[in-house]
């Protein structure tokens, strides 16, 4: 069955960086396109970063300039690269894709940027 698990989260001061990482398993991972949500406390969960399965990538007007989403489709691993992390970033990161009519989501990280 299709698993994965998410790591690279924790408290960081603001300017700071993480890297998100996202390990699959169960899943024929290179055909498929995936993303980077985040919901904050309070707040809808939102779309922080996409990469299609050419590598194409997409980025919140938010995170532009900041966050670095890859892939490694040998490893079956997808990440996101957070620079100059600021106090608005803190939030639960859920990595995600949909597969057919079913949407999979991670058990999600926390990051949490404050000083």
């Known amino acids: 069955q299709v698993q994965f698990v998410e790591s690279g989260g924790g408290l960081v001061q603001p300017g700071g960086s993480l890297r998100l990482s996202c390990a699959f398993s169960?899943?024929?991972?290179?055909?498929?396109?995936m993303g980077w949500y985040r919901q904050a406390p309070g707040k809808q969960r939102e779309l922080v970063s996409s990469i299609n399965s050419d590598s194409s990538t997409n980025y919140a007007d938010s995170v532009k300039g900041r966050f670095t989403i890859s892939r490694d489709n040998a490893k079956k691993a997808l990440y996101l690269q957070m620079n100059s992390l600021k106090p608005e970033d803190t939030a639960v990161y859920y990595c995600?894709?949909?597969?057919?009519?079913?949407?999979?989501w991670g058990q999600g990280t926390q990051v949490t940027v404050s000083s």
């Open positions: 995600n894709f949909v597969r057919g009519t079913v949407t999979y």
């Open positions: 169960g899943v024929l991972f290179r055909i498929y396109d």
